[in-house]
T-cell receptor, first 112, second 115 residues
Framework: AQSVTQPDIHITVSEGASLELRCNYSYGATPYLFWYVQSPGQGLQLLLKYFSGDTLVQGIKGFEAEFKRSQSSFNLRKPSVHWSDAAEYFCAVGAKGGKLIFGQGTELSVKP | DTGVSQNPRHKITKRGQNVTFRCDPISEHNRLYWYRQTLGQGPEFLTYFQNEAQLEKSRLLSDRFSAERPKGSFSTLEIQRTEQGDSAMYLC?????????????FGPGTRLLVL
């Protein structure tokens, strides 16, 4: 069965520092992968997605992610974090019917 | 493109009452999805529609839950005889594609609290 694992429940970084959020997936075929961000009490906003092609994908707000098939990973990165990046981040894989299977999320806190 | 809207945004009800949520997808989006998100967890798939046809229901969707999309536009999710375990954020998303996998656009959610 398809699944997504986000090993880090909570991460704290200093403003201006680099960020990497981990995501591992389990899927038999070529995965369709997504990163979404959720601010408190809000819906989910798409940061970026990978369907095929270049394994390094660029997204909004300066985020990027790299698909590594050999490691079944799709880690999210940002070179310099801003205080406004504090939120919950979800990795997801697309499954049959187009539904998304989400990881449990990583909560990001940013220290001033 | 006004985005996905959901109403109400918050609902407090007593155990045993029925509640109904509405989702208005982005205009002309074929697919509409419902997810449930409990505290500290990622969203979990409940059901989805392609136009007016309900094509899949998760095992999470007990017989107390029913969803409709009567004209292939807006959708409603009804929970009958609510239980405290139904307390969660209910998210709706829509997608333009009629098949395959495509980006889903999420609404702000309806937060349900069952007392």
């Amino acid at each position: 069965a398809q699944s997504v694992t986000q090993p880090d429940i909570h991460i704290t970084v200093s403003e201006g520092a680099s960020l990497e959020l981990r995501c591992n997936y389990s899927y038999g075929a070529t995965p369709y992968l997504f990163w979404y961000v959720q601010s408190p009490g809000q819906g989910l906003q798409l940061l970026l997605k990978y369907f095929s092609g270049d394994t390094l994908v660029q997204g909004i707000k300066g985020f990027e992610a790299e698909f590594k098939r050999s490691q079944s990973s799709f880690n999210l990165r940002k070179p310099s974090v801003h205080w406004s990046d504090a939120a919950e981040y979800f990795c997801a894989v697309g499954a049959k019917g187009g539904k998304l299977i989400f990881g449990q999320g990583t909560e990001l806190s940013v220290k001033p | 493109d006004t985005g996905v809207s959901q109403n109400p945004r918050h609902k407090i009800t007593k155990r045993g009452q029925n509640v109904t949520f509405r989702c208005d997808p982005i205009s002309e989006h074929n697919r509409l999805y419902w997810y449930r998100q409990t505290l500290g967890q990622g969203p979990e798939f409940l059901t989805y529609f392609q136009n007016e046809a309900q094509l899949e229901k998760s095992r999470l969707l007990s017989d107390r839950f029913s969803a409709e999309r009567p004209k292939g536009s807006f959708s409603t999710l009804e929970i009958q005889r609510t239980e405290q375990g139904d307390s969660a954020m209910y998210l709706c998303a829509s997608s333009p594609l009629a098949s395959g996998i495509e980006t889903q656009y999420f609404g702000p959610g309806t937060r349900l609290l069952v007392l």
